[in-house]
């Protein structure tokens, strides 16, 4: 069964840091493109950034400077850094993952991410 698993959300002022954790299991998600997307309340589901299997990274320009993502294939994880933290990124935060598909196919369940002013 395969499984995506955040962590490390929380409460954090702003300018504030975070790392947001997502453990795959199931299978192996060396190939995989992984991404990571946000949900604010009222607000519909937006992209943050995502890494390909290749370790290519993309950003959404609201993060971009602000935000890296990195992944450790060994153990199937892969990890959103969040600087310099505005309480407008305050949202749900998930992780998904996708194999030569367009759609994303996995999600996590997301972690909650709170900053505030």
């Known amino acids: 069964q395969v499984r995506l698993v955040e962590s490390g959300g929380g409460l954090v002022q702003a300018g504030g840091s975070l790392r947001l954790s997502c453990a795959a299991s199931?299978?192996?998600?060396?190939?995989?493109?992984l991404g990571w997307f946000r949900q604010a309340a009222r607000k519909e589901r937006e992209f943050v950034g995502g890494?390909?299997?290749?370790?290519?990274?993309t950003f959404a320009d609201s993060v971009k400077g602000r935000f890296t993502i990195s992944r450790d294939s060994a153990k199937n994880t892969v990890f959103l850094q969040m600087n310099s933290l505005k309480p407008e990124d305050t949202a749900i935060y998930y992780c998904?993952?996708?194999?030569?598909?367009?759609?994303?196919?996995?999600w996590g369940q997301g972690t909650q991410v709170t900053v505030s002013s």
């Open positions: 890494i390909s299997w290749s370790g290519i990274t």
């Open positions: 199931g299978r192996t998600f060396s190939l995989d493109d």
């Open positions: 998904a993952a996708k194999y030569r598909s367009n759609e994303y196919e996995y």
